[in-house]
């Protein structure tokens, strides 16, 4: 095999190998901030829910 | 400090040693005098990448471990984040490694050993996957999971012996690059593209580690607004 | 049987058999036992009622070390069930609606197995005793597979009680039991009562009260009422109720 | 009680259980001779054909398979009668009941190659097997002790899950390849080219090395794997 048709076999898997990282690396940044924002919002519903469930306790 | 272990910081990390590694590794390092010839280029990246997939089943280990000391879920979750990571590196290996086999043997495939000790390492972390799906309750699907990735771990190696015993003569053992010695240039490229590649492993550990943390959270949020 | 098999050195009639303090168990985030502190002297007779999935049989397999909760501190006979585990297993027999027995082998052999695993020293004299009293004698070669319901349960209590326990655990004993096997386990019951400490998880109101001498009602994995026995069974089905959200089950 | 009293009293139970249902032996006996008729059918490409060389391989595959089906039913009892809750309820270190299951298992297996072996050896080797048979038989316990501990191990974390038997060949197959790979290259040394003790020296030596690993392993883990 000549030298030219080695280096693109190389090439051409390294620049995939290297996408699939890239990519996989940018959905799961994507994931933690979606899953980070679900976490703020579920924790101020339920600190709402304890203050009102606070108060009738009180009566 | 804490900036600096970041997942993004860690990935800008592994960018710039893969950048740097892949220059100095396409442009700097001689091209093998050998038979090889240009697709030695390949080992810059398969072996980094072989190494990478059992640094991720080596953290899987300890993981394991922690977590049958500890019985907290924590390390569960790190375990199995650990083992998807090692497998994905496992899998590029064997792609790598079959495009390695074309570009310097002419086949897509040889039985050469470790190839082969990478195609069942491969099965056996596929097995873990099976394990953790048919175990419902929660503890003790993180124990058998723990327990199995402890057993798989110290497998791997003596598989890695294993695959030489197999009688010589029957495949042609063509695969000597790493065993002789290496240029200096050569080994500074390589040095490099492996610390990226660790790294980049490293940040994606960590993300996917938050991801299930933070989906445990959720889901516990859940059930204490749904109950 | 003599009393003094139980006995150990310095033992005083109100000792503490069983001392739970601040009991968790979580299986995996599910958190079925939220902080559970209760005791029983030695030769008490404690009933555990509540409803499906309040935690009462992962209380009773903790104190047989069947589980291990990892915060709490638990001691059955003077040891703690973590830390030192074989002399609880010891001193603990313990009695569930599945018989725990081999259905391939004989009844003699099966209890031959169990005393060998404990180590009962008198094997064959004491097996001959235990089938005698439960009138099973007659059958001791056969195969368990052939047993009734019954016959099993009653193996099944030889099989508890064969190494001489301090302590019995018993998971709901009268479930599925025909009337005539439920008399045998009262009778059998009565007959071992003085001699030892007992720890029963039920849903049988009236089984409970009977045995009982401290009454407890678990739910949601919390002790949501304690008493000394004493109580007709009017007034505690109307305390169970007020307590459990789902008391129709009585 | 000492552990060894105790490991007696569970083969003792086990062995009973067996030889009066023999629902193990029977099923991996005819597993064994089916797969010989089998192997002969799927390897001689033509009618002279020396299957010398396939022995060591069929052999292993053989055996693996056969203990699979044995290792299903070995625990099989233990979970439907609930019996292992009582086993657990008795003051025994969880490794005695690892040894006990491991000899158990072992009992089984030595049983099916006693039947097996002669056959095997009567059918598809030709020339010469008893100057070989200190060798083979080095290979057979060596391996067979590594089988059947992994195995064990293994058996007792799927027997506790969802789908139990088609779970147990995707754990053990994977693990269990270094090891049929040095018996069955071990073995066709033997069968085939005469080999001793001496020539497959290296050989045994790695199965022993197995062997050790993971009966230490077990050892780590089986509280684990038996508990909750």
């Known amino acids: 095999m000549s030298i030219e048709e080695g280096a693109k076999y190389v090439a051409a898997a390294y620049a995939i190998i290297l996408a699939v990282l890239v990519a996989y690396y940018f959905m799961s940044a994507r994931r933690v901030t979606v899953l980070r924002r679900d976490v703020e919002l579920l924790e101020e519903e339920t600190k709402r829910r304890r203050a009102s469930a606070g108060g009738a306790d009180a009566d | 400090m804490k900036k600096l272990v970041s997942a993004p910081a860690l990935f800008l990390w592994a960018g710039a040693f893969l950048i740097v590694g892949l220059l100095l590794a396409f442009w700097w390092a001689p091209v093998d005098a050998s038979a090889m010839g240009f697709s030695q280029k390949i080992f810059y990246y398969h072996a980094p990448i072989a190494e990478t997939s059992l640094v991720g089943f080596g953290v899987a280990f300890a993981a394991a471990v922690m977590y049958l000391r500890t019985q907290d879920l924590k390390w569960d979750r790190l375990g199995y984040v650990s083992v998807r990571l090692g497998l994905l590196f496992a899998v590029l290996v064997m792609f790598t490694g079959m495009i390695w086999g074309k570009s310097s043997w002419g086949v897509w495939w040889a039985w050469e050993p470790r190839l082969t000790t990478f195609l069942l390492v491969c099965f056996l972390y596929a097995a873990y996957f099976v394990l953790r799906s048919v175990v419902e309750e929660e503890q003790r699907r993180a124990t058998y999971a723990a327990v199995f990735a402890v057993i798989a771990f110290i497998d791997v190696p003596i598989t890695w012996f294993a695959t030489r015993l197999i009688p010589e003569g029957l495949h042609p053992v063509v695969f000597k690059a790493g065993d002789t010695g290496m240029e200096g240039s050569m080994f500074a490229s390589f040095m490099i593209s492996m610390i990226g590649m660790t790294l980049l492993l490293a940040a994606l550990i960590r993300h996917g580690w938050q991801i299930e943390l933070l989906k445990d959270r959720v889901t516990d949020l859940k059930s204490i607004l749904g109950g | 049987m003599a009393a003094a098999h139980y006995r150990r050195d310095g033992a005083t009639p109100l000792e503490i058999e069983i001392e739970v303090e601040g009991l968790r168990k979580t299986f995996g985030r599910r958190e079925v036992l939220k902080g559970l502190t209760f005791s029983v002297p030695r030769g008490g007779f404690l009933s555990i009622f509540g409803p499906n999935g309040a935690g009462k049989t992962t209380t009773l397999r903790v104190l047989a070390t069947l589980l291990t909760a990892r915060e709490g501190s638990v001691k059955v006979a003077g040891h703690d069930v973590r830390e030192d585990p074989m002399p609880v297993r010891r001193a603990v027999g313990f009695i569930s609606h599945n018989a725990m027995l081999y259905p391939d082998l004989t009844a003699q052999e099966n209890l031959r197995f169990y005393a060998d695993m404990y180590g009962v020293a008198d094997r064959e004299a004491r097996i001959t005793e235990l089938l005698e009293r439960l009138e099973l004698s007659a059958r001791r070669h056969d195969a368990v597979r052939a047993y009734s319901k019954g016959m099993r349960q009653r193996l099944a209590i030889a099989r508890a009680i064969l190494h001489r326990p301090r302590v019995l655990l018993l998971d709901e004993p009268h479930s599925g039991l025909d009337p005539r096997a439920v008399d045998i386990l009262d009778g059998l019951l009565t007959d071992i009562r003085e001699e030892h400490t007992f720890v029963m998880v039920t849903h049988d109101i009236a089984k409970g009260l009977e045995w009982g001498s401290q009454l407890m009602i678990v739910e949601g994995g919390r002790i949501v009422y304690e008493r000394a026995a004493g109580v007709d069974r009017d007034s505690f089905s109307a305390v169970y109720r007020e307590h459990v959200r789902d008391g129709s089950v009585l | ?228």
């Open chain 4, 1 to 228: 009680m000492s552990g060894w009293g105790q490991i007696g009293a569970i083969l003792r139970k086990d062995l009973i259980r067996e030889l009066r249902t023999r629902d193990m032996l029977v099923s991996m006996a005819l597993f064994a001779l089916l797969a010989m008729v089998i192997f002969h059918w799927a390897f001689t490409v033509r009618g002279d054909t020396d299957l010398t060389y396939f022995t060591g391989g069929m052999l292993w595959v053989t055996f693996v398979f056969a203990m699979l089906l044995g290792l299903n039913r070995s625990f099989a009892q233990e979970k439907d009668e609930h019996c292992l809750d009582g086993l657990l309820l008795c003051p025994v270190d969880r490794v005695t009941i690892f040894l006990a299951k491991t000899v158990g298992n072992l009992v089984f297996l030595l049983i099916i190659q006693a039947v097996a072996v002669p056959v095997f050896v009567l059918f598809f080797v030709e020339g010469g097997f008893l100057e070989g048979l200190p060798a083979f038989l080095a290979v057979l316990l060596l391996a067979d002790l590594g089988i059947c501990a992994l195995g064990t191990l293994l058996a007792t974390i799927s027997m506790n899950t969802r789908s139990r038997d088609l779970l147990l060949p995707i754990l053990f197959l994977p693990l269990i390849v270094p090891l049929l790979v040095a018996a069955t290259s071990a073995t066709t040394l033997v069968l085939a080219d005469g080999a001793g003790v001496r020539e497959i020296g290296g050989r045994l030596l790695f199965m022993l090395g197995f062997d050790a690993v993971f009966l230490v392993v077990a050892w780590g883990t089986y509280d684990f794997a038996i508990g909750e």
